[in-house]
């Protein structure tokens, strides 16, 4: 563990005293509404506390269908981690409820017991899945039944996954063909789901296209072997304690596992309701945003109903955050919204759609301009009124996208030959869209990105769509621009766009996947990382993102043949400590098993003293860090420890944990601290990919919290061992999968060690084991390890013990410095940013 | 931002001696407090010396702690990326300031700097 921990900076001294601002909900519209007002300097005027119905920052809604699909991990879409609020001194109370507001004494109540005052008040709490009534939804004692999901929250969507990936679940039924419904339809086809939709309109996706984009979209979602049962209504859900299937008005049953209700939202405005704000639809505002008939209570996003309307997209929001911003920090107080016009433009279900206004004529004046060809998923529709467009639905094909949202959005004159809007006739192609968009358009609405600014990044020599977005960040929030980034980008490089086909590289430098690269360093008995670049790098030329992963790669397969070379090592791996944000470094002694005696523990004592140990901490590995030390003075603390180091640096095997086990536990049923320790001293110092996290636990309770490892160990009752990988309990939460159980601990260290090695083999470059695992299959790792069905356990055995036998404490080097200035300092003069000493 | 070319700026400019070249490894960084001010000097696998502001001006993060190629230098803080030749980030960050620096006949490495302040201890 390497984490400091952070604390708000003091106020400056006679400053005037900031107001307070509090924020109900942490969801898109919160956050945003929060960003805008810190871009207008409002930290300077208000101390931030926000409150959140759930327990992480804020994240990114529109892709949870990419969490379902497995697309992204679920650390992918966050929009703002933790570190964000504490950099910027808002108080976060995430997975805390507020129940009440007094609008009176100006205090929010929440289900924390706490009292919380305000001087601004913003309400976000946007909306919740909405559960039609249906016989069977819901459990005697009123919750949902075991087997029914909502598809609102991140939360929602682990359930779902990990409910989709146990073996005996085959078959899924979704309520709602919408955007969401079929969304979650097609994650869950991903995982190997049979899914039906049931969607009680008359064709799919009803409030965004008329029924000929429907019948075009039926086509192309059952092409993915997706059944749809258009205009049926689900009646009740069937089963007694799980669900075993769904009944239908008008038609069969339908036997299924899971069955996922994404049949619209509903604003969450049961705090408005109780605290006795203006409700109707949704929480009433002005076009200041603020409630109706109150002065200091403002409310955003989904839970807002302006002028009777109510939105569930993004883009209103975004609009509403800077209108609200400007009134709350006084920026600008003449500012204000008057509606959005929403344009929906998406992949839903692997198709490309675009819809935006009207999908059909209402006036016998309209134009309506529709071509259509099933056969290939395609379909285009659009209204014409007064020349102008009113509505547009594409389908499949969203290469005039960006054109027909800039003549929607503005009511831009419309060319005489209307085919023009959907085609690019006898033009340069796609390009005339993208050249038609004002330099001032914003491509990438989470990060506000410009197409100037990308047309800039690409004259400044960013030459592929990675590149210029790497250059500008845009397409990294929520990736829905992704198509409008690429259109940008390669009409701006006129054609010299580059494909970007690193995407498949082990390192980037090297434009070779993993199997590849190995062959070719064993073929050509390459042996240092300047070797590789000097053989395989294009133009032979070093590559600085590359180095860390091939040093790494290098080491796994030559264990004592490596020829290591210091400047291809991150700083870490240089001087076997972790750097900290105040370039300063974190020490960590080897503690095996979190097993310590009194003289390691009168030691660390001792050279804590001695260094002035600014902060001695436990990690959550069960250590001692010592943190706070210069570059310089390690070699000295290393020697006064005297002990070997911890590798809690570097992507390595780091450490065992374990719990108490028999000897001293009631319940311990295996002796966990002693397979801890031989586990941690025989793979000690072993690099991997990425960093490998291990436990275990003499008992099913789990004290050492196997479940959650890179792999992890549970005793079980009759001597016998279960052995779980993949495992993660950071940014990305996962239970581990069972690779086997044992009758030995001898077999349990050789089975990690092969999993281990197997996982060092093949798994990409910083990719976890929560990846890797659920990437190649739990299946194929039993048989693979376990079974030993590719014949592979003895060569991955006689590897891993090579690697064991090449191990040597990196500290023993402390009083002879491999490379000259190896430990010299390299802080500013002036130290920034200071980290607080406790 | 570059500080070259040196030899145009005779009166605002001055030779600082850093000492031998080989204190620093090939491939590798070294920070030294040159008028008060902290310069990274990296030699590069071929033997050449490149010079850029020590602090990152991202988060303040050690430049002459990073990793290096031919080209750029990478924070190992955040991983902002700079180039050795002209300071500026490719990653989005303000851009270093660059020094003019060589190896001289008794490889030591010796780094122009320009008085741009006026505050030399020299």
């Given at each position: 563990?390497?984490?400091?921990?952070?604390?708000?900076?003091?106020?400056?001294?006679?400053?005037?005293?900031?107001?307070?601002?509090?924020?109900?909900?942490?969801?898109m519209?919160?956050?945003?509404?929060?960003?805008?007002i810190?871009a207008?300097?409002?930290?300077?005027?208000?101390?931030?506390?926000?409150?959140?119905?759930?327990p992480?920052?804020?994240?990114?809604?529109?892709?949870?269908?990419?969490?379902?699909?497995?697309?992204?991990?679920?650390?992918?879409?966050?929009?703002?981690?933790?570190?964000?609020?504490?950099?910027?001194?808002?108080?976060?109370h995430?997975?805390?409820?507020?129940?009440?507001?007094?609008?009176?004494?100006?205090?929010?109540?929440?289900?924390?017991?706490?009292?919380?005052?305000?001087?601004?008040?913003?309400?976000?709490?946007?909306?919740?899945?909405?559960?039609?009534?249906?016989?069977?939804?819901?459990?005697?004692?009123?919750?949902?039944?075991?087997?029914?999901?909502?598809?609102?929250?991140?939360?929602?969507?682990?359930?779902?996954?990990?409910?989709?990936?146990?073996?005996?679940?085959?078959?899924?039924?979704?309520?709602?063909?919408?955007?969401?419904?079929?969304?979650?339809?097609?994650?869950?086809?991903?995982?190997?789901?049979?899914?039906?939709?049931?969607?009680?309109?008359?064709?799919?996706?009803?409030?965004?296209?008329?029924?000929?984009?429907?019948a075009?979209?039926r086509?192309?979602?059952?092409?993915?072997?997706?059944?749809?049962?258009?205009?049926?209504?689900?009646?009740?859900?069937?089963?007694?304690?799980?669900?075993?299937g769904?009944?239908?008005?008008?038609?069969?049953?339908?036997?299924?596992?899971m069955?996922?209700?994404?049949?619209?939202?509903?604003?969450?405005?049961?705090?408005?309701v109780?605290?006795?704000?203006?409700?109707?639809?949704?929480?009433?505002?002005?076009?200041?945003?603020?409630?109706?008939?109150?002065?200091?209570?403002?409310?955003?996003?989904?839970?807002?109903?302006?002028?009777?309307?109510?939105?569930?997209?993004?883009?209103?929001?975004?609009?509403?955050?800077?209108?609200?911003?400007?009134?709350?920090t006084?920026?600008?107080?003449?500012?204000?919204?008057?509606?959005?016009?929403?344009?929906?433009?998406?992949?839903?279900?692997?198709?490309?759609?675009a819809?935006?206004?009207?999908?059909?004529?209402?006036?016998?004046?309209?134009?309506?301009?529709?071509?259509?060809?099933?056969?290939?998923?395609?379909?285009?529709?659009?209204?014409?009124?007064?020349?102008?467009?009113?509505?547009?639905?594409?389908l499949?094909?969203?290469?005039?996208?960006?054109y027909?949202?800039?003549?929607?959005?503005?009511?831009?004159?419309?060319?005489?030959?209307?085919?023009?809007?959907m085609?690019?006739?006898?033009?340069?192609?796609?390009?005339?869209?993208v050249?038609?968009?004002?330099?001032?358009?914003?491509?990438?609405?989470?990060?506000?990105?410009?197409?100037?600014?990308?047309?800039?990044?690409?004259?400044?020599?960013?030459?592929?769509?990675?590149?210029?977005?790497?250059?500008?960040?845009?397409?990294?929030?929520?990736?829905s621009c992704?198509?409008?980034?690429?259109?940008?980008v390669?009409?701006?490089?006129?054609?010299?766009?580059?494909?970007?086909?690193?995407?498949?590289?082990?390192?980037?430098?090297?434009?070779?996947d993993?199997?590849?690269?190995?062959?070719?360093?064993?073929?050509?008995?390459?042996?240092?990382?300047?070797?590789?670049?000097t053989?395989?790098?294009?133009?032979?030329?070093?590559?600085?993102?590359?180095?860390?992963?091939?040093?790494?790669?290098?080491?796994?397969?030559?264990?004592?043949r490596?020829?290591?070379?210091?400047?291809?090592?991150f700083?870490?791996?240089?001087?076997?400590?972790?750097?900290?944000?105040?370039?300063?470094?974190?020490?960590?002694?080897?503690?095996?098993?979190?097993?310590?005696?009194?003289?390691?523990?009168?030691?660390?004592?001792?050279?804590?003293?001695k260094?002035?140990?600014?902060?001695?901490?436990?990690?959550?590995?069960?250590?001692?860090?010592?943190?706070?030390?210069?570059?310089?003075?390690?070699?000295?603390?290393?020697?006064?420890l005297?002990?070997?180091?911890?590798?809690?640096?570097?992507?390595?095997?780091?450490?065992?944990?374990?719990?108490?086990?028999?000897?001293?536990?009631?319940?311990?049923?295996?002796?966990?601290?002693?397979?801890?320790?031989?586990?941690?001293?025989?793979?000690?110092?072993?690099?991997?990919?990425?960093?490998?996290?291990?436990?275990?636990?003499?008992?099913?309770?789990?004290?050492?919290?196997?479940?959650?490892?890179?792999?992890?160990?549970?005793?079980?009752?009759?001597?016998?061992?279960?052995?779980?990988v993949?495992?993660?309990?950071?940014?990305?939460?996962?239970?581990?999968?069972?690779?086997?159980?044992?009758?030995?601990?001898?077999?349990?260290?050789?089975?990690t060690?092969?999993?281990?090695?197997?996982?060092r083999?093949?798994?990409?470059?910083?990719?976890?084991?929560?990846?890797?695992?659920?990437?190649?299959?739990?299946?194929?790792?039993?048989?693979?390890?376990?079974?030993?069905?590719?014949?592979?356990?003895?060569q991955?055995?006689?590897?891993?013990?090579?690697?064991?036998?090449?191990?040597?404490?990196?500290?023993?080097?402390?009083?002879?410095?491999?490379?000259?200035?190896?430990?010299?300092?390299?802080?500013?003069?002036?130290?920034?940013?200071?980290?607080?000493?406790? | 931002?570059?500080?070259?070319?040196?030899?145009?700026?005779?009166?605002?400019?001055?030779?600082?001696?850093?000492?031998?070249?080989d204190?620093?490894?090939?491939?590798?960084?070294?920070?030294?407090?040159?008028?008060?001010?902290?310069?990274a000097?990296?030699?590069?696998?071929?033997?050449?010396?490149?010079?850029?502001?020590?602090?990152?001006?991202?988060?303040?993060?050690?430049i002459?702690?990073?990793?290096?190629?031919?080209?750029?230098?990478?924070?190992p803080?955040?991983?902002?990326?700079?180039?050795?030749?002209?300071?500026c980030?490719s990653?989005?960050?303000?851009?270093?300031?660059?020094?003019s620096?060589?190896?001289?006949?008794?490889?030591?490495?010796?780094?122009?700097?320009?008085?741009?302040?006026?505050?030399?201890?020299?």
């Amino acid at each position: 563990m390497t984490s400091v921990l952070d604390r708000p900076q003091g106020r400056h001294a006679g400053a005037a005293p900031r107001r307070r601002l509090v924020v109900v909900g942490n969801g898109m519209a919160g956050a945003r509404a929060v960003e805008e007002i810190l871009a207008r300097g409002g930290a300077e005027q208000f101390t931030i506390t926000m409150f959140g119905d759930e327990p992480y920052g804020n994240y990114n809604r529109i892709m949870l269908s990419h969490v379902l699909s497995g697309e992204e991990s679920d650390a992918d879409i966050f929009l703002n981690a933790l570190p964000w609020y504490r950099e910027n001194s808002i108080t976060l109370h995430a997975g805390v409820r507020v129940d009440r507001i007094d609008k009176f004494t100006k205090h929010v109540f929440s289900n924390d017991g706490r009292v919380t005052p305000y001087d601004t008040l913003i309400i976000a709490t946007g909306s919740r899945s909405h559960m039609p009534p249906m016989d069977g939804l819901y459990t005697p004692g009123g919750s949902v039944k075991h087997g029914v999901f909502g598809f609102r929250t991140i939360d929602d969507t682990r359930r779902m996954v990990q409910h989709a990936q146990q073996e005996h679940h085959r078959r899924a039924v979704v309520i709602g063909g919408g955007l969401l419904g079929l969304e979650a339809a097609y994650g869950l086809k991903s995982h190997g789901i049979d899914v039906e939709v049931v969607h009680s309109g008359g064709h799919l996706m009803n409030a965004q296209m008329g029924p000929d984009g429907g019948a075009v979209l039926r086509r192309s979602v059952e092409a993915l072997g997706i059944r749809v049962h258009t205009s049926s209504r689900t009646t009740a859900v069937l089963g007694s304690d799980m669900v075993s299937g769904v009944s239908l008005r008008d038609r069969e049953d339908i036997a299924c596992d899971m069955v996922v209700v994404a049949a619209g939202i509903r604003p969450n405005v049961d705090v408005a309701v109780l605290s006795g704000l203006p409700v109707e639809r949704a929480i009433v505002v002005d076009d200041r945003l603020r409630v109706q008939d109150e002065d200091d209570i403002y409310a955003v996003g989904e839970c807002v109903q302006h002028r009777g309307e109510v939105y569930g997209l993004v883009a209103p929001l975004w609009e509403q955050a800077v209108v609200l911003a400007n009134h709350v920090t006084g920026v600008d107080t003449s500012a204000a919204y008057l509606g959005s016009r929403t344009a929906t433009k998406l992949k839903v279900a692997g198709v490309d759609v675009a819809s935006m206004g009207l999908h059909g004529p209402e006036f016998d004046t309209d134009e309506h301009i529709v071509f259509s060809e099933p056969s290939r998923g395609i379909f285009k529709s659009i209204v014409v009124r007064d020349n102008k467009m009113v509505g547009a639905t594409l389908l499949g094909d969203s290469r005039k996208v960006a054109y027909l949202t800039q003549a929607y959005d503005r009511g831009l004159p419309l060319p005489d030959e209307r085919i023009a809007l959907m085609f690019d006739v006898g033009g340069p192609g796609e390009a005339v869209g993208v050249a038609e968009l004002d330099d001032g358009a914003q491509v990438c609405n989470c990060n506000g990105v410009s197409k100037k600014a990308l047309v800039d990044a690409v004259k400044g020599g960013c030459s592929t769509v990675s590149g210029a977005m790497d250059a500008t960040r845009a397409g990294k929030g929520c990736g829905s621009c992704k198509l409008l980034v690429r259109q940008v980008v390669e009409w701006a490089a006129d054609g010299a766009v580059e494909e970007d086909p690193a995407a498949s590289y082990y390192v980037p430098g090297i434009p070779l996947d993993k199997p590849a690269l190995m062959a070719a360093i064993r073929k050509q008995g390459l042996r240092s990382v300047s070797q590789v670049f000097t053989a395989l790098a294009p133009g032979s030329a070093e590559d600085a993102k590359s180095k860390m992963g091939l040093a790494s790669l290098l080491k796994m397969m030559l264990a004592d043949r490596y020829i290591d070379e210091r400047d291809a090592r991150f700083i870490n791996d240089r001087v076997h400590a972790n750097i900290q944000r105040d370039g300063t470094f974190s020490v960590v002694p080897q503690m095996k098993g979190g097993v310590t005696s009194v003289q390691q523990l009168r030691r660390i004592a001792d050279v804590a003293e001695k260094h002035n140990v600014p902060l001695i901490k436990l990690t959550g590995g069960q250590r001692i860090d010592l943190l706070g030390i210069p570059k310089e003075d390690l070699p000295q603390v290393w020697a006064d420890l005297d002990m070997p180091s911890g590798y809690a640096y570097g992507k390595s095997f780091r450490t065992v944990k374990t719990c108490v086990g028999k000897d001293f536990c009631r319940y311990g049923t295996g002796d966990s601290t002693k397979l801890g320790i031989e586990i941690e001293s025989r793979f000690q110092g072993i690099e991997s990919p990425a960093k490998l996290k291990l436990a275990v636990s003499g008992c099913p309770r789990n004290c050492a919290e196997s479940l959650v490892k890179d792999v992890g160990v549970v005793a079980v009752e009759g001597g016998r061992w279960e052995l779980y990988v993949g495992g993660a309990a950071g940014a990305h939460i996962r239970k581990g999968d069972l690779l086997a159980t044992v009758d030995h601990p001898e077999e349990v260290k050789v089975l990690t060690g092969r999993f281990m090695q197997y996982y060092r083999e093949q798994a990409n470059w910083l990719e976890r084991t929560y990846s890797f695992v659920p990437r190649v299959g739990i299946e194929h790792l039993r048989a693979v390890i376990v079974e030993d069905s590719e014949g592979v356990a003895a060569q991955l055995d006689a590897a891993m013990q090579a690697s064991v036998d090449s191990y040597v404490d990196p500290w023993s080097e402390r009083d002879d410095p491999l490379t000259p200035g190896q430990f010299r300092t390299s802080l500013p003069l002036t130290v920034l940013p200071q980290v607080p000493v406790r | 931002m570059s500080a070259d070319p040196i030899s145009t700026e005779p009166v605002s400019t001055s030779s600082h001696i850093l000492g031998p070249v080989d204190q620093i490894p090939f491939g590798e960084g070294r920070a030294f407090g040159v008028d008060g001010e902290q310069v990274a000097v990296f030699r590069l696998r071929d033997g050449t010396l490149r010079a850029l502001s020590a602090v990152c001006p991202h988060r303040g993060g050690p430049i002459a702690d990073g990793t290096i190629d031919r080209e750029v230098v990478m924070c190992p803080l955040h991983q902002h990326a700079f180039s050795l030749e002209t300071g500026c980030s490719s990653t989005g960050a303000e851009p270093l300031r660059t020094y003019s620096v060589q190896e001289d006949a008794e490889q030591n490495i010796v780094l122009k700097y320009p008085h741009i302040r006026g505050n030399s201890l020299a």
